[in-house]
């Protein structure tokens, strides 16, 4: 059977563990080479050899993405050994505390715009001229339904999340007569760490698995994928356009 990313170069930010693990494997299992970015060196070594088992193969760069002079360097390797990237994945994020707005401390609000948009804007910053350079270049980013649903306490990761919003659809609207698409995808309630952080105590069985919301958002990294600057919703087990 003919593998859908056979050939391509896909890159998947957060890919340790959570939401970024289970992409990384559902585009290596439809032929893609992953380049897997994470902190976690543990956990991208169980996802090498998870994808290794599925006859694909990857490339494990262990990098804070708040080194932003790191994601520069990432993207001259990646233009020296492939001289383009096929898909971009902008999954890492954070939660940061769920406080009040004026109890939050000063650290933690600028480590969650650092993580979830800044880090975001230099991955453009920096592989924007390589997903130009592929045949159909694909970008996705995940965004929140708190980008939208404004809750007491939840302020930070709101903001955060608004802002990658707003990031992510103006360089949308800047690819709008190129070869590149990029859209946003809100996950909604997911079986991940970070949620049993912000909602301790939930039953983690009665939501979708990160794995559920991998193989239901594979058609945005397809080159069939016409949508540019859309957000996408994630419920029951199927993705929909807002």
Not at 27 to 36: E, K
Not at 53 to 67: E, I, K, Q, W
Not at 87 to 97: E, M
Request: hydrophobic share 45%; charged share 20%.
């Amino acid at each position: 059977m003919t593998k859908q990313l056979a050939g391509k170069v896909a890159l998947v930010t957060g890919a340790s563990r959570g939401i970024g693990y289970a992409i990384a494997k559902t585009l290596a299992a439809q032929g893609a080479h992953i380049i897997a970015v994470a902190r976690t060196v543990g956990g991208l070594e169980e996802l090498d050899d998870e994808i290794k088992a599925l006859g694909s193969s990857t490339t494990l760069v262990p990098l804070d993405l708040t080194d932003y002079d790191g994601i520069d360097r990432m993207g001259q390797a990646i233009f020296d050994r492939f001289d383009h990237l096929d898909i971009l994945v902008g999954n890492a994020g954070i939660l940061g505390i769920l406080s009040p707005l004026g109890h939050i401390d000063p650290k933690v609000w600028d480590d969650v715009m650092a993580i979830n948009v800044t880090a975001n804007w230099r991955l453009i910053r920096s592989f924007d001229p390589l997903l130009k350079r592929a045949e159909n270049g694909r970008a996705v980013f995940i965004s929140s339904s708190c980008a939208h649903d404004f809750t007491a306490y939840w302020g930070a990761y709101s903001t955060s999340k608004a802002a990658l919003e707003a990031l992510v659809k103006t360089y949308a609207a800047e690819c709008a007569s190129n070869n590149v698409n990029v859209n946003l995808l809100s996950p909604g309630p997911i079986a991940t760490a970070l949620r049993a952080k912000a909602i301790p105590g939930e039953d983690s069985t009665t939501i979708p698995t990160t794995t559920e919301l991998a193989q239901a958002m594979l058609p945005l990294c397809l080159a069939t994928m016409e949508a540019n600057g859309a957000v996408f919703d994630f419920a029951n087990g199927v993705i929909t356009q807002r």
